[in-house]
């Protein structure tokens, strides 16, 4: 029982690490950008592909693989920027929200003609390697899946609250005339804004990718769940995206280990729906008091 | 300093901006005074470009700074501070003056600016950790005139500073505008409370549904019948 319980949890923390990673990039974007990208967990799945390039058929360590993989990526969400959200930015919303999910259909499809269809395994040189202690045991590919996912968390609280460029993103996010005024280029802070957010997604791709499988529609898997969660953490909510995708990540799982897998989703929806009942800007959203 | 010429700014098929010549000289305070609606702030956001002008231009210092975008025009040397305060409510004061900075390369020499805005403001310096969205009103106001000021600009655009305010901080902000100026910063002032910021001010414009309607030195405007009746109160 006992056993269970820390499976469990150690579960959660696995999967509120990928919600919190790819969700992070969903809410920054939408919080600068304004822009609600249905093309996001696209790039997880693609992370996911271009760490399986590396790391399986390059034959290049996991760890060295993850940041390459991680870079790649944001290269790639910078002309997802230049190509379709610039040219976007002030076409009506609807036009925005067309346009990301074609990228997303794109994307998918894309996909499954350049790696086909089928799931494809992710081996690492940490999935073999357990760690076990009182009769539990874990891959070291879980545990690292939480262990990254705190570093890059770490890194990202520091970028956005001590650097110049962080501030500006915080500006560009809180009041975009006023930023403007300031003289901060707007689409450079959306550039790397995009960037930072294909990275994570990116990070989440290749760090689960090899503890489930990798495939084309393991975005669209991941989406809705997502979503979820940037809403419950309030959209554009950076702090509020990390705690609502572990709370999520702990109740979806210990829903699945306790009660029965067929109930997770339940759960998780149960939770969204009862928090924007009673505190409709989300969990951490940030209630009107500002003075204007 | 500053020369506009037939400046016209739309919003789709409202025409905010009609043609308007205006003209400011160093080390002056003008204001710009006129009615709800019509175009005052309108013609500083297209001095700061955040508005793009439908047609005229605008030269400061000699360069024709029109359709630049609003990074460049900062760097040239002119800050905005625009209606509303606008501050950034979730940054700290200290964070808020910082991104005042923001284009600023000689960031080791900021404290100069730290120093002469808390000497402005003491309250600033008393509030500099606390999150701009938890100031007062006037608090705010004093904030965005001090980040406004951070870029070390040659010319200051400043929208309705006194708006929303109690007379006596009313009062303290046209001292501070004064003072500012006295230093040597040239000054853009609109005002709804057209008695004072003609009182404080060289010259005035009085815009009127989009255009210049009657300009001359503040005295004058002070003493002319139409400004008296329409905007004095009289
Ligand atoms: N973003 C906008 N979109 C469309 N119309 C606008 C916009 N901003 C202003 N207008 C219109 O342009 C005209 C001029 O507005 P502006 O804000 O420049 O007036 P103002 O003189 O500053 O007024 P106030 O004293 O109320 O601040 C108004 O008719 C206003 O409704
Ligand atoms: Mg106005």
Redesign the interface.
């Known amino acids: 029982m006992f056993q269970e319980f820390v499976q469990q949890i150690v579960n959660g923390l696995v999967l509120g690490s990928t919600y919190a990673l790819i969700a992070l990039g969903l809410t920054m974007i939408y919080g600068i950008l304004g822009i609600v990208n249905w093309a996001h967990s696209e790039l997880y799945m693609l992370g996911a592909f271009v760490g399986v390039f590396l790391v399986v058929h390059l034959k290049l360590p996991f760890l060295l693989g993850l940041v390459l993989a991680m870079l790649v990526m944001a290269l790639f969400g910078m002309a997802m920027d230049l190509l379709v959200f610039r040219p976007l930015r002030s076409a009506p919303e609807m036009n925005m929200i067309i346009g990301t999910l074609g990228i997303s259909i794109f994307l998918v499809q894309a996909a499954v003609i350049v790696f086909s269809p089928n799931p494809v395994r992710f081996p690492t040189e940490f999935s073999d390697a357990y760690l076990s202690f009182m009769g539990i045991s874990i891959t070291l590919q879980r545990l690292m899946v939480f262990c990254v996912t705190l570093v890059l968390i770490a890194l990202l609280n520091y970028i956005i609250k001590y650097t110049?460029v962080g501030?500006?993103m915080?500006?560009c996010e809180?009041?975009r005339?006023?930023?403007?005024?300031?003289?901060?280029?707007i689409n450079r802070i959306s550039l790397i804004t995009c960037a930072i957010g294909a990275a994570l997604a990116a990070a989440a791709g290749t760090l689960v990718g090899p503890i489930f499988l990798v495939s084309p529609q393991m975005g669209l898997a991941a989406i809705s769940k997502v979503f979820a969660v940037v809403i419950l953490g309030g959209m554009g909510n950076v702090p509020g995206a990390i705690w609502a995708a572990f709370i999520l990540g702990l109740a979806e799982s210990l829903t699945a280990g306790f009660i029965s897998s067929y109930y997770k989703d339940v759960v998780t929806f149960c939770i969204l729906i009862t928090v924007l009942i009673i505190k409709p800007a989300g969990l951490f959203g940030?209630s009107q008091?500002?003075?204007? | 300093m500053l020369k506009i010429r037939d400046l016209s700014v739309h919003y789709g098929k409202i025409k905010a901006v009609r043609q308007i010549d205006m003209d400011i000289a160093q080390g002056e305070i003008v204001s710009l005074i006129g009615a709800n609606g019509a175009g005052k702030s309108t013609t500083l956001r297209a001095l700061s470009g955040l508005v793009k002008a439908a047609g005229g231009s605008v030269e400061f210092e000699g360069k024709d700074i029109t359709g630049w975008n609003a990074k460049s025009i900062v760097e040239a040397g002119i800050s905005h501070c625009p209606e509303g305060r606008q501050i950034f409510p979730r940054m700290t004061v200290m964070e808020n003056l910082e991104l005042g900075a923001y284009t600023r390369k000689d960031t080791k020499n900021l404290s100069v600016e730290y120093d002469r805005i808390f000497e402005y403001f003491p309250v600033l310096a008393q509030r500099r950790s606390q999150m701009g969205g938890t100031l007062s009103g006037g608090e705010q106001q004093m904030l965005a005139i001090g980040r406004a000021l951070m870029s070390k600009p040659k010319l200051l655009l400043l929208d309705e500073p006194s708006l929303g305010l109690a007379p006596l901080l009313v009062e303290k902000i046209f001292e501070i505008i004064q003072n500012i100026n006295r230093e040597g910063m040239t000054v853009l002032l609109i005002e709804q409370n057209a008695w004072q910021a003609l009182n404080i001010a060289n010259r005035g414009y009085v815009m009127e549904t989009g255009s210049v309607a009657v300009t001359g030195a503040a005295s004058e405007l002070l003493h002319n019948d139409h400004v008296r009746r329409a905007y004095l109160g009289e």
């Open positions: 110049t501030k500006a915080r500006a809180q009041n005339d006023a930023a403007k005024l300031m003289g901060i280029d940030r008091i500002e003075k204007v």
